[in-house]
């Protein structure tokens, strides 16, 4: 018999593996300062594009001061235990009212955290009889609620309508025999390459397929729609989407997230969702804090039209400098060039250090490999200053890379990795 540990001394996965080369700059960086469109890294003044403050509010003095008299006037701990038992208060209530409001739908439950909530949300709604059809690129919270699933599950091709027939059709034939219901899940905007899910389409199928659809809009939630409902509203399908998810992670720069659905769908949720009823209530000072997020977002859309105005300006200038920022339709700025892994860590750092511009990178097994993903997060606080020296980077880095100087860069490190 081995050693259980034997296989972490020989592996360490397909992250874990690069730690050594990566660990500190790459992964596990430390910003410091004020959450900003500038912030330090390393000792150096960075433009950060890598931070989900889409509205800018995690440091918007009204929210800092509700923030700062919630702690002062509850801790850190009110209230203990989980909802059902000790951890429910008017708030909470207050809290899940206004957001079921805001989203147009009857109800709304408040969760401790999202990655959790829609694991367990995914959870409750299936039983071992039904099938559960999602994007193949789905985040791994959804991955790994429909793991929970005793049942089949069909994943069709990302945002491809002829797959997603397919796999309703199966996914349907399949509830036939067992007696069981389907589940189809999107997300509302897919966070690596920021295409937003196809959900008017998808909604269009439920005239041909019996399905209830859950949407994860954590990308989308404040940053699309009229009011900043989401991608629903975005798309006019907010009232055909059974069970709404969003995380307070975003948009709302805080932790929770809340699910929102009819009455009795939401009634059946609090009492079946296992993350919630086992694990501590979210806090009284968040949800607090909470409530001020969405009184802002209520009370005008300054905040979402300036994350547009940047959002518009940066992706412009991109495509205008002859840049594939690929099929987004959203926020989400992502940036593909062509690379080895070496080539793209040479890269990024030049734009850290000599350009002072820190964006995510994501590279193979996440994408095919030789492409490297710069992915951007505008929000509301970057500036036209910001959007023109990243331009000017970009092209810096771009013309670099092509005339071989990030290869010959990053020759040892190649050799190294056996590349
Ligand atoms: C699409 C998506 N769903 C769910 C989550 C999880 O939310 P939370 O950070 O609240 O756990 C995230 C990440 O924040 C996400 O990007």
Same mark, same amino acid.
């Given at each position: @018999?081995?050693?259980?540990?034997?296989?972490?001394?020989?592996?360490? +996965?397909?992250?874990?593996? /690069?730690?050594?080369?990566?660990?500190?700059?790459?992964?596990?960086?430390?910003? #410091?300062?004020?959450?900003?469109?500038?912030?330090?890294?390393?000792?150096?003044?960075?433009?950060? /594009?890598?931070?989900?403050?889409?509205?800018? =509010?995690?440091?918007?003095?009204?929210?800092?001061?509700?923030?700062?008299?919630?702690?002062?006037? /509850?801790?850190?701990?009110?209230?203990?235990?989980?909802?059902?038992?000790? +951890?429910?208060?008017?708030?909470?209530?207050?809290?899940?009212?206004?957001?079921?409001?805001?989203?147009?739908? #009857?109800?709304?439950?408040? =969760?401790?955290?999202?990655?959790?909530?829609?694991?367990?949300?995914?959870?409750?709604?299936?039983?071992?009889? &039904?099938?559960?059809?999602?994007?193949?690129?789905?985040?791994?919270?959804?991955?790994?609620?429909?793991? *929970?699933?005793?049942?089949?599950?069909?994943?069709?091709?990302?945002?491809?309508?002829?797959?997603?027939?397919?796999?309703?059709? %199966?996914?349907?034939?399949?509830? #036939?025999?067992?007696?069981?219901?389907?589940?189809?899940?999107?997300?509302?905007?897919? $966070?690596? %390459?920021?295409?937003?899910?196809?959900?008017?389409?998808?909604?269009?199928?439920?005239?041909?397929?019996?399905?209830?659809?859950?949407?994860?809009?954590?990308? +989308?939630?404040?940053?699309?729609?009229?009011?900043?409902?989401?991608? $629903?509203?975005?798309?006019?399908?907010? &009232?055909?989407?059974?069970?709404?998810?969003?995380?307070?992670?975003?948009? @709302?720069? !805080?932790?929770?997230?809340?699910?929102?659905? &009819?009455?009795?769908?939401?009634?059946? =949720?609090?009492?079946?969702?296992?993350?919630?009823?086992?694990?501590?209530?979210?806090?009284?000072?968040?949800?607090?804090?909470?409530?001020?997020?969405?009184?802002?977002? %209520?009370?005008?859309?300054?905040?979402?039209?300036?994350?547009?105005?940047?959002?518009?300006?940066?992706?412009?200038?991109?495509?205008?400098? +002859?840049?594939?920022?690929?099929?987004?339709? !959203?926020?989400?700025?992502?940036?593909?060039?062509?690379?080895?892994?070496p080539e793209a860590m040479a890269l990024v750092k030049d734009l850290r250090e000599?350009?002072?511009?820190?964006?995510?990178?994501?590279?193979?097994?996440?994408?095919?490999?030789?492409?490297?993903?710069?992915? @951007?997060?505008?929000?509301?606080?970057?500036?036209? #200053?910001?959007?023109? *020296?990243?331009?000017?980077?970009?092209?810096?880095?771009?013309?670099?890379?092509?005339?071989?100087?990030?290869?010959?860069?990053?020759?040892?490190?190649?050799?190294? @990795?056996?590349?």
């Amino acid at each position: @018999m081995k050693d259980l540990f034997a296989k972490i001394y020989r592996d360490k +996965g397909p992250l874990g593996k /690069w730690a050594d080369q990566a660990e500190g700059y790459f992964v596990f960086p430390k910003l #410091e300062g004020q959450i900003s469109n500038r912030m330090k890294f390393q000792g150096r003044e960075v433009i950060t /594009w890598s931070i989900n403050d889409y509205l800018g =509010l995690a440091n918007n003095p009204e929210v800092r001061k509700a923030d700062e008299e919630a702690v002062k006037k /509850w801790g850190s701990a009110y209230p203990m235990g989980a909802r059902m038992m000790s +951890g429910h208060t008017d708030l909470h209530e207050q809290l899940q009212n206004e957001l079921a409001e805001f989203v147009s739908k #009857e109800a709304a439950y408040v =969760l401790n955290f999202g990655y959790q909530g829609i694991l367990s949300t995914i959870d409750a709604l299936v039983g071992k009889n &039904d099938v559960i059809v999602y994007d193949v690129d789905a985040h791994a919270c959804i991955i790994d609620g429909v793991r *929970l699933h005793l049942g089949k599950r069909f994943t069709y091709k990302h945002n491809d309508l002829d797959s997603i027939e397919l796999n309703l059709a %199966r996914a349907e034939k399949i509830a #036939e025999q067992t007696g069981g219901g389907v589940l189809f899940i999107s997300e509302g905007v897919f $966070g690596m %390459r920021g295409e937003q899910g196809k959900l008017k389409e998808i909604v269009e199928l439920k005239k041909k397929y019996n399905f209830r659809l859950l949407v994860d809009d954590a990308h +989308g939630f404040g940053t699309l729609g009229k009011t900043g409902a989401g991608a $629903g509203e975005e798309q006019g399908v907010q &009232d055909q989407i059974d069970v709404y998810f969003a995380t307070f992670a975003k948009s @709302m720069a !805080s932790t929770g997230a809340f699910i929102a659905a &009819d009455k009795e769908i939401i009634d059946y =949720l609090k009492y079946n969702l296992r993350s919630q009823m086992f694990a501590k209530s979210l806090q009284m000072s968040l949800v607090e804090g909470a409530l001020k997020r969405l009184e802002l977002l %209520r009370r005008s859309t300054e905040f979402k039209d300036k994350l547009w105005e940047n959002v518009n300006a940066l992706q412009n200038g991109l495509k205008e400098n +002859g840049f594939d920022i690929g099929t987004t339709t !959203s926020c989400v700025t992502p940036v593909y060039l062509k690379g080895s892994i070496p080539e793209a860590m040479a890269l990024v750092k030049d734009l850290r250090e000599n350009h002072g511009i820190f964006c995510s990178i994501v590279v193979y097994p996440v994408i095919p490999k030789g492409l490297i993903l710069l992915r @951007m997060i505008p929000t509301a606080t970057h500036t036209m #200053e910001d959007i023109d *020296l990243t331009l000017k980077a970009f092209s810096a880095i771009r013309e670099r890379l092509e005339n071989g100087t990030y290869k010959k860069l990053s020759q040892a490190l190649m050799e190294k @990795m056996g590349e």
